[in-house]
């Protein structure tokens, strides 16, 4: 096959380190025959988990299937090899095998190194820190490009009463031989330290051991550091580093082991922690500590030297296998004198051990300097061409994160490019999006909004400060969600890393993406613009006629929905719409994004017979749900959800049993038992930008209800339908408009013109645009016959072809939309609010809580005409009638101006028998100094009024139940004047009725 003559000037340039030219086969040869399973596939996450190939795997179970490895405890120590079992012999062989070669690779001689194998490097920095002999004067330093595991470390230093120090290594500009060491770097830091009662505050009486730990290569941004730092600090050469005591050295090796390992005789650390899964992508769950002991060398050297890393260790647990002698039933016990006996708890992980051997044996077949220049040929390629890379109005779309790239020398930056991506305008487009579009295309890159769990590296490149970090946790951002913009800044990025059997062809194919995806020659917005599909016909003055034809509820979170000719509406859009939903055993809300076979959960809602019915292939019996049971004794509790935070109700064991046989795995059922107010920052924006709209919701993803187009999605099918966007087998793909899950369907007018829609009206009610629908893979989704389920590109690929704004994937004619309703003071809100304010607010929330509850005690309404809500983390009633929940809501918060001005003198909740004459009375008086605020003063009130709300039950034996037809009276006593509001409560717990809005036969009746 004919080169192509991007590969020719690819080869000019990099032909001397691209390839193996020198190995017995070449990088194509070794593509074609080790890893087969590529094919179709550009895998571009190395960093995160390289490949294994075929006869490496092959021949661990050649060896696995012709060799009977027992258990080597207790072989290990054993002088004589004839009293043992051969099978523990030949574990223990193994094992011992593995060490070396292990040593070697990193050219550490065993008379100074020791290898402890362990369950990965997490583990092994976990152990280091446990271990480590931290004292009220030790230091702890680490570079600010570190992986959260090496922070980690942090907590045992901290908690000892150690001083950590975050420090930032830059190489001088100067690169003079002559220099000394400490002119060759520059380290900043600023110091933290935990004040805690119980550390001791006195020095230590013995030695002082700090450590300063450092990556040999950056997971986020590819730095390659300095080795010569090892000596550097060993040496204490540095000014930065006076502090007293001795300085050890630790290498987080766990990326750069895979393409350059560091080489242990010329720097010498003393701890080293690698993982063998990014080396050669099997065994996984296996990673070793490699740790300085130069117990050998001692006896040779008669003058004093500093202590031996692996001695300085003191490890508090003791297994089977780490010690000589144990008495049980006295304090004794003696550990075993060697290294590895003396770390490593219980049996070793021998057949993956094992393994490891054979990985070892395709990594040095290559050599790892022709795979660093190999790798680093494919990540320097891709550097400069995303770097070259040109919107038409000549700015850039990528930013790349690194040392000045993409200049910078290849030694100094690994296999490992980062970047974000930007629009024309110069706005972000967020990395969430860059995957979902990479995966369409069969590329597999890793984009995270957590930076590759490397904090430090994630506020260095992408310039967020702390008060931008906790703005956004307080926005509800954790790692690895999906926002990946907020306030105008990335909260990650798009990584792309290369293995040693990476090839050009893989990286030409990911610039292809790029260019084709993300690169505007025409401004985006003007190509999708709707403006040219008017609702006025061009020519005449006929307007469009539009028709709502269905309108769907789906009750349980990604489970099949109904279709209804009217329903009625709520202040959360559809009654009962995503209302409930499934949550795994671990934690985690289920989605057809993983469970697939979600969508053939049947639902429906008899709003007569006040039953939810749920039906399912793998169900014989169809499962019957109240929706007004007494959800009393009901487990309540929280969970998270796109950002927000839910009260939620559990239901019983029968319930739950039938959704994990439905699903094929344990779940519980969860109804949300408070709709959350969510302000979202879209309205009448074709961008899907937010601007700061106030909408209570459900378990919905964005808005109350999404609106498709029949003629948009008629548009799609006939993109669909053309001779270039065939399906699987050749066969075409009809799409209908359910695979979107709408809420609401219309037809008429032109596609797309709902795009321009900035509110929509049906029946009387009004309907306000949020933007376009961010679409996921969900919509690939295909359900057939039989229960069978089938996954595919489309149409999220056509649909990526088209109609992307901004970067921003929109469904066919999909428009999100929340309903519009009179405006009320939110009580929840604390932008700009001063402390009185604050205050003030505490206050109105607690006597609405309170006034449910005292309501509740009297027993007025039966005991399932109240909702249990959790408040100050105290389980409270609140009422589920919509009116008496609105008369006390709007009474008290009618005070808020007034409490704030210190005008309240107290509340009372007064109950009227039938004669109208009071009957009983709750008073709170209020008596806080509400002229000054602070922070201290708010907590303080919350714990009072807490305590209050604890105490408030026990109250219910002190007075009585009341008649039935009672009256409540909330009575506002002021300064100047008094005012009377009343609320009548009768027998009857039924809503009030009004009359339904009909559109083409079709009805959305509001509650």
Not at 759 to 780: A, D, H, M, P, Y
Request: charged share 20%; aromatic share 10%; hydrophobic share 35%.
């Amino acid at each position: 096959m004919a080169m192509s003559s991007e590969k020719e000037v690819f080869l000019k340039e990099f032909g001397e380190d691209y390839g193996y030219r020198n190995s017995s086969r070449n990088i194509d040869q070794i593509r074609a025959m080790e890893f087969k399973r590529l094919e179709g596939v550009v895998y571009l996450d190395h960093a995160g988990a390289t490949l294994h190939s075929e006869s490496q795997l092959e021949a661990v179970l050649k060896e696995l299937n012709s060799t009977v490895y027992g258990n080597p405890l207790g072989s290990l120590r054993c002088k004589s090899k004839d009293s043992q079992s051969s099978c523990s012999m030949s574990s223990n062989d193994c094992v011992q095998k593995a060490r070396q070669q292990v040593l070697e690779f990193f050219n550490a001689s065993p008379r100074e190194y020791s290898c402890i194998f362990t369950s990965g490097a997490t583990a092994a920095l976990k152990l280091v820190g446990e271990t480590f002999p931290w004292c009220s004067e030790s230091s702890f330093m680490y570079t600010m490009e570190n992986h959260n595991s090496v922070l980690g470390i942090r907590e045992y230093a901290l908690n000892k009463g150690a001083t950590t120090f975050a420090v930032d290594v830059k190489d001088a500009i100067s690169n003079d031989s002559s220099q000394s060491h400490q002119s060759a770097f520059k380290i900043s830091h600023r110091p933290m330290q935990r004040c805690e009662a119980g550390l001791p505050n006195k020095g230590s009486t013995g030695k002082i051991h700090n450590l300063f730990a450092f990556p040999s290569e950056c997971n986020f941004s590819g730095k390659r550091f300095n080795l010569d730092l090892v000596n550097i600090v060993k040496e204490g050469s540095s000014s930065s580093l006076s502090h007293r005591g001795q300085w050890l050295v630790l290498i987080d090796a766990a990326k750069g082991c895979a393409t350059e390992p560091p080489d242990l005789t010329k720097y010498r650390a003393d701890f080293v922690v690698i993982s063998f899964y990014k080396m050669f992508g099997y065994p996984t769950g296996i990673g070793a500590l490699i740790v300085k002991n130069e117990r050998k060398l001692k006896k040779m050297t008669p003058s004093p030297s500093p202590a031996e890393a692996a001695k300085l260790l003191r490890k508090t647990y003791f297994s089977g296998g780490t010690v000589a002698a144990t008495i049980a039933d006295t304090d004794f016990f003696k550990r075993r004198a060697g290294v590895e006996e003396y770390f490593e708890d219980g049996t070793v992980s021998f057949l993956s051990i094992a393994s490891i051997l054979h990985g070892l044996r395709v990594l040095n077949t290559l050599t790892m300097s022709s795979i660093s220049r190999h790798t680093s040929s494919l990540a320097t390629y891709v550097r400069k061409a995303l770097s070259a890379l040109r919107h038409g109005n000549g700015e850039r779309v990528c930013t790349i994160y690194g040392e000045n790239t993409p200049e910078v020398l290849p030694g100094k930056v690994g296999p490992i490019v980062s970047f974000n991506v930007k629009r024309p305008d110069g706005t972000w487009c967020g990395c969430r999006e860059v995957e979902t579009l990479a995966s369409l295309a069969g590329i597999q890159l890793r984009a995270s909004t957590g930076c590759f769990c490397n904090p430090g590296a994630c506020a260095k490149y992408l310039g967020l400060s702390h008060r931008d970090i906790l703005s956004n946790i307080e926005a509800g951002h954790v790692c690895w969600d999906d926002q990946d913009i907020l306030n105008g800044k990335p909260t990650g990025a798009v990584r792309v890393s290369f293995g040693y059997m990476s090839t050009f062809e893989d990286a030409r194919k990911f610039m292809d993406f790029m260019e084709g995806s993300f690169v505007s020659f025409h401004s985006i917005e003007g190509a999708l613009s709707t403006r040219s599909s008017p609702l006025v016909m061009k020519g005449t003055e006929k307007i469009a006629m539009y028709f709502l034809t269905s309108i769907t509820v789906y009750p349980i979170k990604s489970c099949a929905g109904f279709s209804t000719d009217h329903w009625p509406l709520t202040s959360t859009g559809l009654l009962h719409d995503r209302e409930w939903l499934l949550r795994s055993a671990s934690g985690e809300v289920l989605s057809q994004k993983k469970i697939p076979e979600m969508c053939h959960i049947k639902t429906s809602i008899d709003l007569k017979l006040g039953m939810l019915f749920v039906e399912s292939p793998r169900c014989k019996e169809k499962l019957q749900i109240k929706l007004n049971s007494d959800m009393n004794d009901a487990m309540s509790d929280e969970i998270g959800i796109h950002a927000q935070r839910h009260e939620v109700q559990s239901y019983g064991i029968e319930v739950n049993s039938w959704f994990s046989y439905a699903v094929g795995q344990s779940c519980t059922l969860l109804r949300n038992s408070g709709a959350v107010r969510y302000t979202c920052s879209k309205v009448n924006s074709n961008t899907g930008i937010c601007k700061g709209v106030e909408t209570k919701l459900n378990f919905v993803n964005e808005a109350q209800f999404l609106v498709v187009s029949q003629e948009s999605v008629a548009d799609l099918n006939n993109r669909l339908h053309s001779s270039t966007q065939q399906g699987a087998y050749g066969k075409t793909i009809e799409v209908s408009t359910m695979r979107f899950r709408p809420n609401l369907v219309i037809s008429g007018g032109e596609p797309y013109a709902e795009d321009g829609w900035e509110s929509l009206e049906i029946g009387g009610k009004i309907f306000t645009s949020l933007g376009g629908c961010n679409r996921c893979q969900v919509i690939n989704i295909h359900s057939h016959g039989g229960g069978k389920v089938q996954r595919s590109k489309e149409p999220l690929a056509t649909l990526a072809t088209y109609r992307r704004v901004k970067a921003r994937l929109w469904v066919a004619a999909g428009k999100v939309l929340r309903r519009q309703l009179r405006r009320r003071y939110n009580m929840d809100r604390k932008a700009k609010q001063t402390p009185q304010a604050q205050t003030a607010r505490i206050l109105v929330e607690f006597l609405e809580v309170a006034i449910n509850s005292v309501i509740f005690l009297k027993g007025v309404y039966p005991i399932g005409a109240f909702e249990r809500r959790r408040y100050m983390n105290v389980v409270v009633h609140r009422s589920r009638h919509p009116d008496l929940r609105h008369y006390i809501h709007s009474s008290v918060n009618g005070l808020l101006h007034f409490i704030q001005k210190g005008e309240v003198e107290r509340v009372a909740v007064i109950f009227f028998d039938d004669n109208n004459v009071p009957f009983e009375r709750f008073v709170f008086k209020i008596d806080v100094n509400q002229s000054y605020g602070s922070s201290v003063e708010e907590a303080d009130l919350e714990l009072s009024l807490r305590s209050f709300l604890i105490k408030l039950p026990n109250l219910q034996s002190l007075t009585h139940n009341l008649p039935p037809g009672e009256l409540v009276l909330v009575v506002i006593s002021m300064h100047f004047y008094v005012s009377f509001i009343f609320f009548s409560i009768g027998n009857s717990y039924t809503p009030n009725t009004l009359s339904n809005m009909n559109v083409n036969g079709l009805s959305l009746d509001p509650v």
